[in-house]
């Protein structure tokens, strides 16, 4: 006998103890529920944890509270989970897959973040109270079991830590100004948590915008970016110039990043999308000659993606009067500052002479 605790206590753990297997194969299944079901989604989550509470643990609740409970039906929370995410708005999202997962004792369930407590932060919790369905396992031993999710948001799962570690709400009642410390920081904290997710719409709103733009064709209107030059690459701009090059030698393309020459198209002065655009139009055909002089007397069957990118840059860099210095410039960029750069554009130097863009009288 524990004599730490009651009759009825001592029921209770007895009850508890007959039960933990019952308990550890409910953890299990809701464990690989919410796993499968998130991850289906294709949604991601910053980690699922779950537990069944320690026999030690559950001593500590019936000490303080015991008779509160008729059976150890009546606690909800021997089997608890959280599942924890990076922004707010997560927390919603996962809860709509949870309601259609799982069995929800609505009467039970809390919604924490509605309480607007000046230090609650830390406790902004969404709690639902479960139950295993039995359209997925039909036991009632398992089905009849309530089991406890709470569903938070990173900062808020570090706070609640931070606070329990520091024993905020211990014993010991801290000084006013503590207390007030504490407070201040939770304020702090709820709002860049509020602010993340507010951020990341903005973001996706923006994203949505620039790929609407790229597509309807209003490219001036679209800066330079990582994301709109990856946008605009879904749009294939430089597949007719590489069609035409691989065809001097019927040739095959393969599959080349394009990414990379991003910074060779800003170091050129391109501030727009449509910017490259009108880059593209004036030098295709030029860079189309310059292909050709470069195959021509190759039985080359095999060409990289970029090709037809890359001899539109180099035609600007010389067009532009550039020389071997842009161009060796313009290698740098790709392939790291190295002597062997030099040496390239010297090469590409003597395949562009005598084409018609090198003539002085079209610089």
Not at 285 to 314: H, M, R, V, W
């Amino acid at each position: 006998m524990n004599s730490q605790l009651d009759a009825h206590g001592e029921e209770l753990l007895k009850q508890f103890q007959e039960r933990l297997p019952l308990y550890n194969k409910v953890e299990e299944i809701a464990y690989n529920l919410l796993t499968s079901a998130i991850s289906e989604q294709g949604f991601y989550v910053t980690a699922i944890e779950h537990r069944v509470k320690t026999e030690k643990s559950l001593i500590g609740k019936l000490e303080l509270k015991g008779g509160k409970y008729h059976d150890i039906d009546d606690i909800t929370d021997l089997v608890g989970l959280r599942i924890i995410t990076f922004y707010t708005d997560d927390v919603d999202k996962v809860a709509a897959i949870v309601k259609h997962l799982l069995d929800v004792d609505w009467k039970e369930s809390v919604d924490k973040r509605k309480m607007h407590q000046a230090n609650s932060f830390g406790y902004n919790s969404l709690h639902y109270i479960c139950k295993i369905p039995k359209s997925f396992i039909d036991d009632p031993a398992i089905n009849n079991i309530r089991f406890e999710l709470q569903m938070r948001t990173a900062l808020q799962h570090v706070w609640s830590t931070i606070e329990h570690d520091i024993g905020y709400k211990g014993d010991v009642r801290l000084p006013v100004e503590f207390r007030r410390q504490f407070s201040r920081l939770a304020g702090m904290l709820e709002l860049v948590d509020n602010e993340f997710s507010r951020l990341r719409n903005t973001v996706t709103d923006y994203r949505w915008r620039i790929r609407s733009l790229v597509k309807s064709g209003q490219l001036t209107e679209v800066p330079l970016t990582n994301e709109s030059f990856r946008n605009a690459l879904e749009l294939h701009p430089f597949d007719n110039l590489n069609q035409r090059i691989a065809a001097v030698n019927q040739a095959e393309i393969i599959p080349t990043p394009l990414l990379p020459f991003l910074p060779v198209l800003q170091y050129l002065g391109m501030e727009t999308l449509g910017d490259v655009q009108k880059f593209i139009a004036d030098n295709e055909e030029d860079a189309y000659q310059l292909a050709i002089s470069q195959l021509a007397l190759t039985d080359l069957d095999i060409l990289a993606e970029n090709i037809g990118l890359q001899n539109l840059c180099i035609v600007q860099i010389l067009k532009n009067g550039g020389g071997r210095m842009g161009l060796k410039a313009m290698y740098d960029i790709l392939f790291g500052e190295q002597e062997s750069n030099m040496a390239l554009a010297d090469n590409m130097m003597q395949q562009a002479a005598g084409l018609e863009f090198m003539q002085p009288s079209n610089h």
